[in-house]
């Protein structure tokens, strides 16, 4: 192998690893800021109600319903 072509596959290495390495923190980045954003928002619920088990539609559950009608 020359050494042009060992240089050319160093650099490409190197830049696949950067590549790699901005995508892990750009995805901990993105998860990190949307658990603070949600860790923002409360539910208010009395105490003495309890919550119901099993399946209860939720305005998330509801909105999903609602667009996945064919």
Known sequence: MSRKSQEYIDNRRTFLKKLAAAGGATAAVAVTG???V???QTETVPETAARPSGYHETPHI???YRTARL
Do not use: D, I, P
Request: charge should be positive; proline fraction near 0%.
């Open 38 to 40: 949600a860790g923002t």
């Open 34 to 36: 949307r658990s603070a």
């Open 62 to 64: 509801h909105s999903y």
